[in-house]
Structures are given as structure tokens and as C-alpha cells.
């Protein structure tokens, strides 16, 4: 299937295309999709499934859900240009009628817009029935639309595009010029998406799985749906916090290996040095020179900061442990270059026992908490929020963090 570069995003989701008939009954697709070393994969492709109450027979409901509604009670209309739609150009779409009644959903292709509403009542009933079902739906998105991101892996290589009910031409550009709703139009041959057969009933539940998995890379077609809307970008950023996480501090717990081998083979350079030392105390003229020698490498190890093999990835751990929610971290410096008193020494020299945490809060509040909580390790000294300063760019705040152990 399709090679995905890395990014923050959802591993793997279920697509939902639900068509409401003329006299109220749905029809559903479904399939699933995951992504598998770097490449998406359909993992479970199912037609007609029946009812909203089969979808938990076929589908685990903690799996993040996109929804396609089309057919009955989905109004579409066509504009010229490529401007917003607010209250004031709704009536272009639907006259005399509320935008605030109504989820809009706006897909611009050139320079045609292609606008798609559905009643609140009507699609909050569908999304109601599927979080009964124990289903989260991250995603809404209406009629054929959403089908523009997959098109280009399916072997379709002309300007029309028909696939279960759906006719769409396109310019020479593969701009959509116009969409008609046909009841019995059905793609001439087999589709495939690159080298795998797919159902045409599944085109549009793999179109919208695809894009609720690739969400933080494509600009999505979907309608805006509030509630929908939130869950989905709080379950972007949480896993972007993760990620950027468990990077953080895998890189300082590298770099913390680094040291202690560092300091290790000081520490053993040092003892070789004194052994030799003892060897050749009798050659009175050589002492000296010995003990200036080991005079050197002990002073190269205090520059570095050696203090006698303190695991500070464990200090770390302890402050990380205690992290209040709603605090990131962006950077964490141990015992760091001292540029003041190295200008003075005029040779390198280090902060002694410092660990400076730089992070960012909304809030002071919880800064405060995580320092009231660090107070209570034993080996803390002393800690000292530096500063704290609100980012209007941002739009959150940022502090430096001192403790001392």
C-alpha cells in the first residue's frame, strides 16, 4: 500500500460510509486501515454491513472512527470562486434558511467551490447511535468529497470519475468541474488502490479512514462539527506531547550515558596514572614531573564536572516522575558551562550540581506545584524558578527552572 513519511498522526483508523436511503434506511461500508513500518495497510474491508448495532460485531470501538454520510437528507451545491462560508453568503446555499441549523462542509477544487449541509438533528442522530455503540467518531465528512486525497492511487487515469453512484468530471488539471449523484452509475471496471482490489462501495469508507490517518499532513475535507473537531486535534496533541516526550528524554538519557563513560575512563585513566606514580617514586627526578601530570588530569576532572559518580539520569527520573499535567519540557541542561566564571578562569568551567530545566505552562499554577513537589526529594538542595514569561506568539508561557543537589 501507500509509503508514509513520519509524522505525528493516528496509527490506525476505522472509515464509516453510511448512505441513508430515500425512505430512511442506511446502508454501511466499512474498513479499516493501519499504518505497518512506514506503509498503510487495509487491514479489514466489509460491505453492507447491516445496522449500527453490527458495527461492534465488526469493528473494536476503541479505534479512532471517521464518518461519510451521503444519500438522504445531504444537500449539495455548487458556487463559482473560492470565498468562505460565513452567515452572509449561506443564503447562496440554502436561501432563507439558519447556517447555525445546519454542518456545513466546504471542499474548493480550482476555482469552484463544492459545499455539502446536513441538518444538526439529523447527523447528531447518527452520531449519537454509533457512541452508543461504544464508537468515538473523530471525523465527519459528506458525500464523495473526502474521495479527492485517494484518487490519485486508485487506476483511474481519465477526467470522469464514476464509482457507486457518484459521477465526477474533472478538468485537465483534475480540477472537479462538476458532481452528480447517479443511482445506478458504477465504475466500469475493477478499482484498485495501487496494486489492491477494493470494492467500490469501500471507496469512500478508505477515503475517509486515509484522511483521518493522515490528518496532521492533508487539509482535510469534513464538516464542521464542534465536538467532532476538539476530539480529534486534543487527540493530535496528545500524541505529539508524547512523542516529543519520550525524545526528550531519550536524548538525555544518551547523553547521560555518554558522560558516565566519559567520566568512567577519566576515573580509570586517573588510577593508572597514580599507579605509575608509586612505580616510579624512586627516580627522585621524575616525581615531579609525575605529580604534575596527575595534578593536570584531577583538575581536567573537576573542569568536566566529575562528582563522584552521582546517577543524575536517576535525578531526572525523580523530577520527570513529578511533572504535573499541562507542563512541557524543551530543554534540560546538568551542570552547565559556567560562562561567567569561565571568562574570569579563562578556561572551562561548570556549573557544580545544578540541574536547569526550561519548559513551557500555561499557567504559573502548575509550575508551582511541580516546585512545591520537587522540594520534597531528599537530595534537593535548593530550587529557584529563574523566570517565567508569557509568549503572546505562542500563546502560552515559558520558565527556567534551577534545582540544586
Given at each position: 500500500m501507500r509509503a508514509l513519511e513520519p509524522y505525528y498522526s493516528i496509527s490506525q483508523s476505522i472509515g464509516i460510509s453510511m448512505m441513508i436511503r430515500k425512505d430512511g434506511s442506511i446502508r454501511l461500508d466499512g474498513c479499516q486501515v493501519m499504518v505497518k513500518d512506514r506503509q498503510l495497510h487495509l487491514e479489514k474491508k466489509i460491505t453492507d454491513i447491516g445496522g449500527v448495532e453490527a458495527l461492534s460485531k465488526q469493528f473494536k470501538g476503541n479505534i479512532p472512527l471517521a464518518l461519510n454520510l451521503s444519500g438522504r437528507g445531504v444537500l449539495y451545491k455548487q458556487l463559482p470562486g473560492t470565498g468562505e462560508i460565513n452567515s452572509a453568503s449561506f443564503s447562496a446555499v440554502l436561501p432563507n434558511a439558519s447556517p447555525e441549523d445546519f454542518y456545513i462542509q466546504h471542499f474548493v477544487s480550482g476555482d469552484r467551490s463544492f459545499i455539502a449541509v446536513i441538518r444538526k438533528v439529523d447527523a447528531n442522530k447518527w452520531l449519537d447511535a454509533l457512541a452508543k455503540q461504544g464508537?468515538?467518531?473523530?471525523?465527519?465528512?459528506?458525500?464523495?468529497?473526502?474521495?479527492?486525497?485517494?484518487?490519485s492511487q486508485l487506476n483511474i487515469y481519465g477526467e470522469e470519475v464514476i464509482f457507486n453512484g457518484n459521477r465526477i468530471e474533472r478538468d485537465e488539471e483534475l480540477h472537479w468541474k462538476t458532481f452528480r449523484q447517479e443511482e445506478f452509475a458504477k465504475a466500469p471496471f475493477p478499482l484498485k488502490i495501487d496494486n489492491e482490489a477494493i470494492e467500490q462501495e469501500l471507496v469512500m469508507p478508505y477515503a475517509?479512514?486515509?484522511?483521518l490517518v493522515?490528518?496532521?499532513r492533508l487539509d482535510i475535507i469534513q464538516a464542521r462539527v464542534p465536538g467532532v473537531q476538539v476530539?480529534?486535534?486534543?487527540?493530535?496533541?496528545?500524541?505529539?506531547?508524547?512523542a516529543h516526550g519520550f525524545l526528550i528524554l531519550l536524548a538525555c538519557f544518551l547523553l547521560l550515558l555518554i558522560n558516565i563513560i566519559i567520566f568512567s575512563s577519566m576515573n580509570s585513566d586517573n588510577h593508572r596514572l597514580s599507579v605509575q606514580v608509586s612505580s616510579s617514586a624512586q627516580n627522585t627526578s621524575d616525581v615531579q614531573g609525575?605529580?604534575?601530570?596527575?595534578g593536570q588530569k584531577e583538575a581536567l576532572l573537576r573542569n568536566l564536572g566529575w562528582e563522584g559518580g552521582v546517577r543524575k539520569s536517576i535525578l531526572i527520573d525523580q523530577i520527570a516522575s513529578l511533572l504535573p499535567p499541562g507542563i512541557s519540557w524543551k530543554e534540560i541542561a546538568v551542570d552547565q558551562i559556567d560562562r561567567l566564571e569561565s571568562r574570569a578562569q579563562r578556561s572551562l568551567q561548570f556549573s557544580r550540581q545544578k540541574i536547569e530545566v526550561k519548559g513551557i505552562s500555561p499557567q504559573i499554577i502548575p509550575v508551582n506545584e511541580w516546585i512545591a513537589r520537587i522540594k520534597t526529594l531528599?537530595?534537593?538542595?535548593?530550587?529557584?524558578?529563574?523566570?517565567?514569561?508569557?509568549?503572546?506568539?505562542?500563546?502560552?508561557?515559558?520558565?527556567?527552572?534551577?534545582?540544586?543537589y
Open positions: 464508537f468515538r467518531v473523530y471525523m465527519l465528512s459528506l458525500g464523495p468529497f473526502p474521495v479527492q486525497h485517494i484518487l475517509a479512514a486515509f484522511q493522515l490528518s496532521a476530539r480529534l486535534e486534543k487527540f493530535l496533541s496528545d500524541k505529539k506531547f508524547k609525575v605529580k604534575d601530570d596527575i531528599h537530595w534537593v538542595k535548593g530550587i529557584q524558578l529563574e523566570s517565567y514569561t508569557y509568549n503572546n506568539e505562542l500563546n502560552t508561557g515559558q520558565f527556567i527552572l534551577t534545582v540544586i
